[in-house]
């Protein structure tokens, strides 16, 4: 285990505060690649102008097209309340995926998603993206259901900048939504410094 | 009754800060420190109180007819300080003589009027005063006090209230209540032993050997300094008028100057930008799409509950951005250092009602546990200046590292300005505060900024300069 710190710090805080009353920390990791995007606003919209209480227009949009949720089961199901909190009847489809003992390679094990799907914009849910195996069998399953790859959006906690490499090569036109990046990858292509095993302890400690 | 305020009870302790923390990425370039343009100056309605002092012998009215003033008047700004809450502690031999009736209570030195002076010069710079508290069973002082903040009237009444020249320095009026001696004496005799468990024959030697003597020494000069003299108390309605019609002009006055004062912040806001410390949310496609929602007048009400509470998530999470940071190093479980950040302290919330609750959903899904005081502020209807009404803030405020203030909308400011200024005055740091609302004007937030420009605000949408408050009245929905 490495015991110097590699993973850029940076002083942070509101721009208008000297740089004296700014904390230092670690910062996300810099991955110069094109869809890696940082918020969910990537979902098409109309403009959409409407009357307001107090009686002026207001110049807005709404949104267009419908989507579904998709977890890969089990710490992708920790996203789902995010999301339902933010789309209270969203439709959310399940796809689970282990490591096959013996070959050492993901394996699907099941899947149940909404029959249209392939007619809505997909949130695919998976809070840790270390290599990517997984999500790529994911991003798999829901193209031979018809998905388009540019209506998938890739949404995670913790990215590592080889899956998000991984991916780029892959799929070029599939957008990832991530909160941070992390520094790297260990040996056993655990995420670092990460924050161990998403599933354990968020289900079972 | 006299409408005094109280303080906030202990609210729980905060135990885990729930932090949700997005790291600002921009690395720090240097800021603006200390080009911000010459500090404007506001002065609430309470930082000039008008103090009446009502002086005359025990048993002759003083009480009832502070009581009476305050009813007449039927305002909420108006308090009657007793000046029995400032009678010194006594030491053990001062006290056994206490509870034998053979200590002097009705003379001067009984009382402790060095602190009476700074309290009444704390309240007449519109800070808050402790008050003491006296027993008049155990003859001291107690540990807890009363605080008075931000009245516009403070009736001081005592029998030594125009005694000491420093105490008439600070009065606006100054009256001597009359009565005759044997009025007096069965005045005395039936409240100390209702009220103060003393007996009848303790009352009448306490009479003869120091309340009489000291009358005449000390209490009947005061009517020498006072401006009216109001024999027969309350049955006395001239008196009574005129003294409440003093007070009312005095009040009026005061709403004259400070809606004139409000008005003179605004000069400027159109020519000069908004501070660095005004951060409006970047109107990205989900913002625009929860503020199309929110703003369609047919909504129904449960879709604009759920998106306005959505939206104050984010509002309540863009200003902790704001709020003050030290490095923290983990150790993650695979064993690795990550250097991360943790509050510099406690986070709090103050919200401005009722406008201000309707973000507390959103902070609380953010912050689950945070303490929460209140303050009410309305705008009189007739002259459109905003009023304190009400308020309770957690007791230890003034020690928390970031207290946010939450306000649904902001149009004048007038109201805004009030709030951050009783933060102020409860000792918080104007660099500790951000002011959270969801939408507000150019002028608001200049007149704001302006007075108070340590201060940091987060804001929803820039909306005209005098927006109605519809957000609350469709939250709350009437």
């Given at each position: 285990m490495s015991e110097t710190e590699v993973a850029p710090v940076k002083c942070v805080g509101p721009e208008y505060r000297a740089e004296s009353q700014k904390p230092t920390a670690t910062v996300s990791t810099v991955v110069n690649i094109d869809n890696l995007t940082e918020g969910l606003n990537h979902l098409p919209t109309v403009s959409h102008t409407v009357t307001t209480p107090v009686g002026r227009p207001y110049d807005g949009l709404s949104f267009q097209g419908k989507i579904a949720g998709v977890s890969i089961m089990r710490a992708g199901e920790a996203m789902e309340q995010g999301l339902r909190d933010c789309c209270r009847s969203v439709r959310i489809g399940k796809i689970l995926i282990q490591r096959d003992e013996e070959t050492a390679q993901p394996k699907l094990f099941y899947d149940k998603l909404p029959e249209d799907i392939a007619d809505r914009w997909v949130l695919l849910l998976d809070p840790m993206f270390a290599t990517g195996g997984s999500a790529i069998m994911a991003v798999d399953v829901l193209k031979s259901r018809g998905v388009p790859e540019e209506r998938i959006l890739f949404l995670n906690v913790l990215a590592s900048p080889e899956g998000i490499k991984n991916f780029a090569g892959k799929f070029p036109k599939l957008r990832v939504v991530t909160a941070f990046v992390d520094e790297g990858l260990d040996e056993k292509n655990y995420i670092i410094p990460g924050l161990g095993d998403f599933g354990d302890r968020y289900y079972t400690r | 009754m006299p409408s005094t305020i109280p303080t906030a009870p202990g609210t729980p302790q905060l135990e885990d800060l729930v932090m949700n923390l997005k790291a600002n990425g921009t690395a720090g370039t240097s800021s603006a420190d200390g080009t911000i343009a010459n500090r404007a100056h506001y002065a609430p309605p309470w930082a000039d109180v008008s103090i009446i002092g009502i002086a005359g012998s025990s048993g002759s009215g003083k009480s009832t007819l502070s009581q009476a003033i305050v009813s007449k008047l039927n305002l909420p700004w108006v308090v009657i300080l007793s000046i029995d809450s400032f009678y010194k502690s006594l030491d053990e031999e001062a006290s056994r003589k206490a509870f034998r009736c053979e200590y002097d209570f009705d003379a001067p030195d009984a009382l402790d009027f060095d602190v009476l002076v700074d309290r009444l010069r704390d309240l007449k710079a519109g800070k808050r005063a402790d008050i003491p508290v006296y027993s008049f069973e155990k003859h001291a002082r107690m540990e807890q006090t009363t605080s008075i903040y931000s009245p516009h009237v403070l009736i001081l009444e005592g029998i030594f209230a125009l005694h000491d020249p420093r105490v008439l320095e600070l009065l606006d009026m100054k009256i001597f209540c009359e009565a005759d001696a044997d009025t007096c004496l069965s005045r005395r005799i039936l409240r100390d032993q209702r009220e103060r468990g003393r007996d009848v024959e303790g009352i009448i030697k306490q009479w003869f050997s120091f309340v009489k003597p000291n009358f005449e020494m000390f209490v009947d000069p005061q009517r020498k300094v006072a401006d009216i003299i109001v024999p027969r108390g309350v049955e006395n309605q001239v008196a009574m008028t005129m003294v409440t019609q003093f007070i009312q002009q005095k009040l009026l006055e005061k709403s004259t100057h400070h809606r004139a004062a409000l008005t003179r912040l605004e000069i400027g806001a159109l020519s000069e930008p908004l501070t660095p410390k005004v951060h409006i949310m970047n109107q990205t496609s989900q913002m625009r799409g929860m503020n199309t929602i929110i703003h369609d007048i047919d909504t129904s009400s449960e879709d604009f509950i759920f998106y306005f509470n959505r939206l104050s998530a984010l509002l309540v999470e863009q200003a902790l951005n704001n709020i003050f940071f030290t490095s923290q190093t983990i150790i993650t479980p695979q064993n690795l250092p990550y250097r991360g950040l943790a509050p510099a302290g406690e986070v709090s919330a103050v919200v401005v009602l009722r406008g201000g609750a309707a973000l507390e959903a959103g902070l609380h899904r953010v912050i689950p546990d945070c303490k929460t005081g209140r303050v009410l502020i309305q705008s009189n209807i007739r002259t459109g200046e905003p009023e304190l009404h009400y308020q309770v803030l957690p007791k230890d405020i003034a020690d928390h590292s970031a207290v946010l203030l939450l306000d649904a909308q902001m149009s004048s400011g007038g109201s805004a300005l009030m709030a951050v200024q009783v933060l102020v005055d409860h000792g918080?740091?104007?660099?500790?505060i951000v002011l959270v609302t969801y939408s507000a004007g150019r002028m608001g937030l200049h007149r704001l900024t302006k007075v108070f420009p340590d201060i940091s605000v987060v804001v929803g949408n820039l909306c005209t300069d005098a927006e109605e408050r519809w957000v609350e009245r469709r939250y709350f929905r009437c």
């Amino acid at each position: 285990m490495s015991e110097t710190e590699v993973a850029p710090v940076k002083c942070v805080g509101p721009e208008y505060r000297a740089e004296s009353q700014k904390p230092t920390a670690t910062v996300s990791t810099v991955v110069n690649i094109d869809n890696l995007t940082e918020g969910l606003n990537h979902l098409p919209t109309v403009s959409h102008t409407v009357t307001t209480p107090v009686g002026r227009p207001y110049d807005g949009l709404s949104f267009q097209g419908k989507i579904a949720g998709v977890s890969i089961m089990r710490a992708g199901e920790a996203m789902e309340q995010g999301l339902r909190d933010c789309c209270r009847s969203v439709r959310i489809g399940k796809i689970l995926i282990q490591r096959d003992e013996e070959t050492a390679q993901p394996k699907l094990f099941y899947d149940k998603l909404p029959e249209d799907i392939a007619d809505r914009w997909v949130l695919l849910l998976d809070p840790m993206f270390a290599t990517g195996g997984s999500a790529i069998m994911a991003v798999d399953v829901l193209k031979s259901r018809g998905v388009p790859e540019e209506r998938i959006l890739f949404l995670n906690v913790l990215a590592s900048p080889e899956g998000i490499k991984n991916f780029a090569g892959k799929f070029p036109k599939l957008r990832v939504v991530t909160a941070f990046v992390d520094e790297g990858l260990d040996e056993k292509n655990y995420i670092i410094p990460g924050l161990g095993d998403f599933g354990d302890r968020y289900y079972t400690r | 009754m006299p409408s005094t305020i109280p303080t906030a009870p202990g609210t729980p302790q905060l135990e885990d800060l729930v932090m949700n923390l997005k790291a600002n990425g921009t690395a720090g370039t240097s800021s603006a420190d200390g080009t911000i343009a010459n500090r404007a100056h506001y002065a609430p309605p309470w930082a000039d109180v008008s103090i009446i002092g009502i002086a005359g012998s025990s048993g002759s009215g003083k009480s009832t007819l502070s009581q009476a003033i305050v009813s007449k008047l039927n305002l909420p700004w108006v308090v009657i300080l007793s000046i029995d809450s400032f009678y010194k502690s006594l030491d053990e031999e001062a006290s056994r003589k206490a509870f034998r009736c053979e200590y002097d209570f009705d003379a001067p030195d009984a009382l402790d009027f060095d602190v009476l002076v700074d309290r009444l010069r704390d309240l007449k710079a519109g800070k808050r005063a402790d008050i003491p508290v006296y027993s008049f069973e155990k003859h001291a002082r107690m540990e807890q006090t009363t605080s008075i903040y931000s009245p516009h009237v403070l009736i001081l009444e005592g029998i030594f209230a125009l005694h000491d020249p420093r105490v008439l320095e600070l009065l606006d009026m100054k009256i001597f209540c009359e009565a005759d001696a044997d009025t007096c004496l069965s005045r005395r005799i039936l409240r100390d032993q209702r009220e103060r468990g003393r007996d009848v024959e303790g009352i009448i030697k306490q009479w003869f050997s120091f309340v009489k003597p000291n009358f005449e020494m000390f209490v009947d000069p005061q009517r020498k300094v006072a401006d009216i003299i109001v024999p027969r108390g309350v049955e006395n309605q001239v008196a009574m008028t005129m003294v409440t019609q003093f007070i009312q002009q005095k009040l009026l006055e005061k709403s004259t100057h400070h809606r004139a004062a409000l008005t003179r912040l605004e000069i400027g806001a159109l020519s000069e930008p908004l501070t660095p410390k005004v951060h409006i949310m970047n109107q990205t496609s989900q913002m625009r799409g929860m503020n199309t929602i929110i703003h369609d007048i047919d909504t129904s009400s449960e879709d604009f509950i759920f998106y306005f509470n959505r939206l104050s998530a984010l509002l309540v999470e863009q200003a902790l951005n704001n709020i003050f940071f030290t490095s923290q190093t983990i150790i993650t479980p695979q064993n690795l250092p990550y250097r991360g950040l943790a509050p510099a302290g406690e986070v709090s919330a103050v919200v401005v009602l009722r406008g201000g609750a309707a973000l507390e959903a959103g902070l609380h899904r953010v912050i689950p546990d945070c303490k929460t005081g209140r303050v009410l502020i309305q705008s009189n209807i007739r002259t459109g200046e905003p009023e304190l009404h009400y308020q309770v803030l957690p007791k230890d405020i003034a020690d928390h590292s970031a207290v946010l203030l939450l306000d649904a909308q902001m149009s004048s400011g007038g109201s805004a300005l009030m709030a951050v200024q009783v933060l102020v005055d409860h000792g918080v740091k104007e660099e500790r505060i951000v002011l959270v609302t969801y939408s507000a004007g150019r002028m608001g937030l200049h007149r704001l900024t302006k007075v108070f420009p340590d201060i940091s605000v987060v804001v929803g949408n820039l909306c005209t300069d005098a927006e109605e408050r519809w957000v609350e009245r469709r939250y709350f929905r009437c």
